[in-house]
């Protein structure tokens, strides 16, 4: 069963006339990496926000079709339940930060705390959540004694602490010097080993390619696409999009080396130089 | 403004989160105009906008909040003014809602009304705290006429408040609206509390 | 990292006494020098927060804080002295002022409630964390959320008052007049405090959108990381000063 459905999904924030989501379906299975593409407008946060509830009920506004997460409807549901299931975290770290803690710890446990999660099973969790999140070291800082790309790391750690079964990114190293966009990716490369299914909007496509099982491609609220990486890069028609393909496709379309096992161009390097290096 | 109703106790997150900028916008209002010499407080702009901006509940919970954080943090004197505070956002909230907050002559009317509730509010506080002074020297000295005029202390210490209040009371409304109007709307909309989902 | 806090951490007695027996103890000092309106009794009572304060290891940290209410204290005198209304025995004068006994014995009773105000105030913001005092009163059932509101605004101030040197200065190197007459003056103020609101708006939704995806508004039964604190003779501190309170009502209504 997919772990995520969406069906005919149309939504319209209050006050606009506009659809920033028109008549969205796909499906994601558990433990699939998505990429979310599409040029800034496109509606990949507002997909985001429909997949942890926020829309409808944070921003309220006009709604159609349905959205399940691990078997919840996102319409009958309220965010704070929605949380156990769904995790969220975006660009801006410093407002992902509660403000009402004092150490990256204390930070950590907000989430656990509102869930009234128990307090030995609550240092575990959080135990779990510094280590993959590499950040053991800095736990007893204040949070906003940070560096943005630590800051974005705690976020992420205190979204997994709450176990859910899907993590949603939208654009979470947008906002960070290369050195701390890095630091996530590299934290994102160990999530994807975990078993969690996770969306990210990014527009460092390169990284992307590399860890996506699949590539949404968005545009004025419409999904244009929804198909492995190869597929949706290979497309003629990304510019009209705002999407510039990844460096390896460009290289492949340039060189005319494809993939010999799927016959299309490939999005990462690493697949480029093996078959460079078969050819040679 | 809401479309259901001011009172709703039901607070959004959004709205409880509107709370703490408001009280610091309030602390970087006061810090302004001090800084331009203003002879004026403007430390309320925020519980203003956050009533405009949420309603009367989120308002007065800002006005209370401010003074008790100041009292707790610097001065411990602004806690007796938390009631104050309070009525300045119920007052600005409930007014906003009955459609007081269409051009700046309505904006000068709330500004008024204000000032006079806050100083009828703060006028038995400063007589029982005080004797009836404000600590204000052009209120005090107003104060002090009136007394040795054989006006009696709550008339004395009621003309003290209004000298204080009203008039920064009437430019922290015009502020707040100045400032309100222009605020993109896409801004707003989630402070209001839950509207109706319209299905698709 | 600042965050606006007067606490100050030393080892004392009174830093052990459980924060809400503190706050009980600011309320009921408060409160009793209003219920007994004698200059004795008042200056007893102003005594003994002074006392703890001392105790507490915190007497000269009032003091910056007492200075805060000095106009307001010169104020009481002055005016009280000269001009409360009962004003009839001349206790002396100096070429045309003059000073009465009635005005300066009020004037005293005034400061003195105002000095006690301050200090029993201190004693419980000198002595005590935040967090601790909130953490407790969410316990007694106070709302998480007024607990949130109380706890971030400590944090959010220091962030915006850094803002504020940012946008002053941008303002300024693009021109903007923060001296000269008062139009200008006035005028000069939206574009600092616009910013600010701006920004603070944004920071706000997003925040609200981090709150909510970790369970800020479920109806759960909230857990805690930090264990309660043991806190020395709670019980039997609380009960006294729930007597006093008692027995000074008792007093006003008898006598
Ligand atoms: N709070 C809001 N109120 C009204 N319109 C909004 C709001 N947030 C985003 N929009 C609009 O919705 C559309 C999609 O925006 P968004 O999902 O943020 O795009 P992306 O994340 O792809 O850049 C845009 O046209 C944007 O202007
Ligand atoms: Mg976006």
Redesign the interface.
Known sequence: MSIIQVEGL???????DQ?ALDDISFEVKQGEFIGLIGRNTAGKSTLC?AL?G?V?H????????KVFVNGLEVRQH????I??H???V?E?P?????????TV??EI???????????NE??TRMDESLDLLDITSIKDK?P??LSGGQMQRV?IA??IA?KPKILILDEPTSQLDPQGSEEVFKVVENLTKEGITIIMAEHKIDKLAEYADKVALIDHGKLIDFDTPAKVFSRDDLPDYGITAPTATRIGKALGIKDSKTDLFPVTIKAISREIGDKL | MSKKSMWTLKL???AIALI?AAIGINYLGKLFAGLLKLPLWLDSIGTVLASMLAGPIIGALSGIINNVIFGLTVDPISTVYAITSGAIGLVVGVMAYKGWLKSIKTAIVIGLVVGLVAAVVSTPLNIIFWGGQTGNVWGDAFYAFLVSNNFPVWLASFGDSIVVDVPDKVATVIVSYLIFRGLP??FI??FRG??????? | ?S?MTLYVDKKSFIHHVAPLTKLLYVMVSIAITYIIPKLEFVLFVTLTSLLILAIGKVFRKILPILALSILLIISIIIVQGFFHPENQTVLYSIGFITFYKEGLTFAALLTLRVLNMIMSFGILILTTKH?ELVEDLIKKGMS?KIG?VL??VL??IP?MRATMGKITDAQRSRGMETEGNLLVRVKAFFPLIVPVVLNSLH?TR??????????????????????SKEYQYTKTIQSILWAILIVTIAWRILS
């Open positions: 149309k939504y319209k924030y209050p006050d606009t659809l926000f942890s926020l409808p944070f921003f309220n506004g006009g709604y159609g079709g309220e965010v704070g339940d949380a156990a769904v995790g969220l975006f801006n410093f407002s992902q930060m509660t403000a009402s803690k004092y710890f204390e446990a907000f989430g656990l705390e509102n869930m009234g999660v128990e307090r609550m240092i204040h906003f004694d976020a205190s979204v709450m | 959004s997150t959004a703490p709307k896409n909309s989630i839950s509207d109706k989902i319209e299905e698709l | 990292m965050t967090d998480p949130y706890l971030s944090q959010l962030q920071n997003e925040r609200a959108i981090a709150l909510e995806v970790r369970g800020f508004n479920t109806k759960m039964k909230k857990t805690f990381l930090n264990l």
